[in-house]
Nanobody, 113 residues
């Protein structure tokens, strides 16, 4: 059974930082490209960043490029999203995604003063 479990969300002030983690079990982690998505109320789920199976190729949405960093640890089956200079518009539920259609339950990130 494939499971993706996100953690690390919370409330942070504008300009602050958070690092999200996603623990993946039940699939051969090292062969899969991985992604972070987010969804705000009333909006469609959007791709934030993705990373290839080796960790060498990374892509970012224009809205987060230069502020967010996606990374992975293939020995520990973990995916990360380091978020800096957070803005109120980054407020959303963040989901990790792997394989054909495997999703985590999401972790809430709220950026507010």
């Amino acid at each position: 059974q494939v499971q993706l479990v996100e953690s690390g969300g919370g409330l942070v002030q504008p300009g602050g930082s958070l690092t999200l983690s996603c623990a993946v079990t039940g699939l051969i982690f090292s062969i899969h490209d991985l992604s972070w998505y987010r969804q705000s109320p009333g909006k469609e789920r959007e791709l934030v960043a993705d990373i290839d199976n080796s960790g060498r190729m990374r892509n970012y949405a224009d809205s987060v490029r230069g502020r967010f960093t996606i990374s992975r640890d293939n020995r520990k089956n973990m995916l990360f999203l380091s978020m800096n200079k957070l803005k109120p518009e980054d407020t959303a539920v963040y989901f990790c995604h792997a394989g054909v259609n495997y999703w985590g339950q999401g972790t809430q990130v709220t950026v507010s003063s």
